[in-house]
């Protein structure tokens, strides 16, 4: 089955500092990744996916995440945090026969020190 | 603009009620989602629906029920066999199966 593992429930940082969220999965097909941000009471917006091509991938708001097959890793890393980063980040997983179900991983809440 | 739209943001529920929650989109997506989030467990996929008039049983579908008459709207029911309906339950579409899915804001559903 497949499955969406996300290390850390909580990771903190100072402002600019690097944030580095990470993501494993498993997947006996090539699977498609996404990273979604939920800032409180609020839905989720997506913020990039990988589908084919490219392994790293560019999203919004300065965040990419690079797809390493070979580590079933998807981390999402943004190299200078701002305050308005904090937030909750999800990453989710699907494939060809899985009708669009997505898999999350249980969330990592990031907060920004000043 | 287009988007999800998810009414009410809140709700309350009393013992013994159902209670239904709505969903409309505009986007002109063929597929709509209802996930269940509860504190540290990330999301759980409760229905989805692919098309009008058809839809499936997520992960934990036992005490909701659904209904898909139009493209646009996808309510959720929850009946009052669901024990613990206390959570924030999250609608979602997407065009196809491979194509992100747009969220709507949420509705928090409480126990009175």
């Known amino acids: 089955a497949q499955s969406v593992t996300q290390l850390g429930s909580h990771v903190s940082v100072s402002e600019g500092a690097l944030v580095l969220l990470r993501c494993n999965y498993s997947?006996?097909?090539?699977?498609?990744l996404f990273w979604y941000v939920q800032y409180p009471n609020q839905g989720l917006q997506l913020l990039l996916k990988?589908?084919?091509?490219?392994?790293l991938v560019k999203g919004i708001n300065g965040f990419e995440a690079e797809f390493k097959k070979s580590e079933t890793s998807f981390h999402l890393t943004k190299p200078s945090a701002h305050m308005s980063d904090a937030a909750e980040y999800f990453c989710a997983v699907t494939k060809y026969n899985q009708g669009g179900k997505l898999i999350f991983g249980q969330g990592t809440e990031l907060s920004v020190k000043p | 603009d287009g988007g999800i739209t998810q009414s009410p943001k809140y709700l309350f529920r009393k013992e013994g009620q159902n209670v239904t929650l709505s969903c409309e989109q505009n986007l002109n997506h063929d597929a709509m989602y209802w996930y269940r989030q509860d504190p540290g467990q990330g999301l759980r996929l409760i229905y989805y629906?692919?098309?009008?008039?058809?839809?499936q049983k997520g992960d934990i579908a036992e005490g909701y029920s659904v209904s898909r008459e139009k493209k646009e709207s996808f309510p959720l029911t929850v009946t009052s066999a669901q024990k613990n309906p206390t959570a924030f339950y999250l609608c979602a579409s997407s065009k196809d199966w491979n194509q992100p899915q747009h969220f709507g804001d949420g509705t928090r559903l409480s126990i009175l």
């Open positions: 629906s692919q098309i009008v008039n058809d839809f």
């Open positions: 990988y589908t084919t091509g490219a392994t």
């Open positions: 997947s006996s097909v090539p699977p498609y």
